[in-house]
Every structure is written in structure tokens, then in C-alpha cells.
């Protein structure tokens, strides 16, 4: 089975500065998928970016960027410009038959 | 076009009670994933199913937990005798087709079961 390990429960950031979510998974699978999620304090599930393991380009999304690192088995979050809404729990997903998630990051952006 | 429809949002069951949580996915969408979250953790594979059919059950507990998504209405994860560890949040997702094809599944807004 996949499994997703996140090994940063906290961090914190100051606005406008940049930090990187760490992400490793496990897989003996080629083709799969990466996800990051982002759950507010309404803990509604928000996609915020994508990345497909047969692509070599790390996805980008407005101030949300991935390294992708295949071999390594590493997917982190690059978060550009942090602001105050960009405080929430943060999730690492794979996907291959079904999605399966991290433990989670949370994530403070301090004014 | 309506996102994942979960209702209800808010459930409270008294301990030994049935719960029923049901989803309804996006239009289009024929696979249905359910998740559980427990208070400060992350979200847990339970069931995938499509139309009539389950097709991994490998995170579902083995008693007392059950799910269906019936060719009409909606997917009902139904939890028989809840007890207190049962209190949670549950996710309902959707997806249009087979997730292996790297279809996004999108979220509900979530159940909330609080068993007293």
C-alpha cells in the first residue's frame, strides 16, 4: 500500500515570505498522482495544486509551486508571498486507485 | 453545477444509535470515495465505490461500518451502534471516472458525527 508522510506537524511563516511543506511517499507504482490540499479552520478540502508523476515540470499555480522529485519519492509545497489566508492545514496526497493522505502540516502565517 | 452534496452537516447520535451520512456526488461523477478525520489528524481512506459496486473496502472497519452507492440516489455510509471513538468528521468525494486516470476528486463539505 502507498503510504504519504508529512514530517512537519507546525510551521510557521511571516507574511510575504516564502516556505516549503515537506513531502515523501512510497510507491512502487510509475504513473500516479500527487495532490496538495489545504483545509481552513471550515475544514472544507481545497485543491490547490497538481502534478502528474509522468511529467517531468514541476506544476505551478499562481504564488503555489511543487519540487517534484520522482526518484527521490519527494513532493513539496513552495507557498511565495505568504499571507494571512494562506493559514491552514495543509495535506500531501497520492493517487494511483484511490487518494491517500498525509498526517497533515499546519500551517501559521503570522502578521 | 452543484459541487459534492453531503448532508447532514451535523449529525448527533447517542451512543448504541444508527448513523446515516449521505453523499451525493457532482453530476457526471459515477465514483464516490468517503474519508474520516479525526479531531487533529488527517483524513483516512475508508471505501471507493462506483454505481452498485465497492471496490476497495480495505480502510472500512470491519463492524459495524457500511457503505452503498445504490444506481439512483445518493452514496450512504451507514455506522450501526456508534460509540464515542466513532465521533469524527466524514468526507464524501467525488470523481468522474477511474481515479487512475488522474481525475481530481473533489470534496464535500463534510459530515460532522458527534456521539454522546
Known amino acids: 500500500a502507498q503510504t504519504v508522510t508529512q514530517s512537519q506537524p507546525e510551521m510557521s511563516v511571516q507574511e510575504a515570505e516564502t516556505v516549503t511543506l515537506s513531502c515523501t511517499y512510497d510507491?512502487?507504482?510509475?504513473?500516479?498522482?500527487l495532490f496538495w490540499y489545504k483545509q481552513p479552520p471550515s475544514r472544507q478540502m481545497i485543491l490547490v495544486i497538481r502534478?502528474?508523476?509522468?511529467?517531468?515540470q514541476n506544476a505551478t499555480e499562481n504564488r503555489f509551486s511543487v519540487n517534484f522529485q520522482k526518484a527521490a519519492k519527494s513532493f513539496s509545497l513552495k507557498i511565495s508571498d505568504s499571507q494571512l489566508g494562506d493559514t491552514a492545514m495543509y495535506f500531501c496526497?497520492?493517487?494511483?486507485?484511490?487518494?491517500?493522505f498525509g498526517a497533515g502540516t499546519r500551517l501559521t502565517v503570522k502578521p | 453545477n452543484a459541487g459534492v452534496m453531503q448532508n447532514p452537516r451535523h449529525l448527533v447520535r447517542r451512543r448504541g444509535q444508527e448513523a446515516r451520512l449521505r453523499c451525493s456526488p457532482m453530476?457526471?461523477?459515477?465514483?464516490v470515495y468517503w474519508y474520516r478525520q479525526l479531531p487533529e489528524e488527517g483524513l483516512k481512506f475508508m471505501v471507493y465505490?462506483?454505481?452498485?459496486?465497492?471496490?476497495?473496502e480495505s480502510g472500512m472497519p470491519k463492524e459495524r461500518f457500511s457503505a452503498e452507492f445504490p444506481k439512483e440516489g445518493p452514496s450512504i455510509l451507514r455506522i450501526q451502534q456508534v460509540v464515542r471513538g466513532d465521533s469524527a468528521a466524514y468526507f464524501c468525494?467525488?470523481?468522474?471516472?477511474?481515479?487512475?486516470?488522474?481525475?481530481?476528486?473533489?470534496f464535500g463539505e463534510g459530515s460532522w458525527l458527534t456521539v454522546v
Open positions: 468525494a467525488s470523481s468522474p471516472t477511474d481515479s487512475s486516470s488522474g481525475n481530481t476528486i473533489y
Open positions: 510507491t512502487s507504482e510509475s504513473n500516479y498522482y
Open positions: 502534478q502528474e508523476a509522468y511529467k517531468q
Open positions: 496526497a497520492f493517487m494511483r486507485d484511490d487518494m491517500r
Open positions: 453530476k457526471g461523477h459515477s465514483h
Open positions: 465505490l462506483q454505481k452498485e459496486n465497492i471496490i476497495d
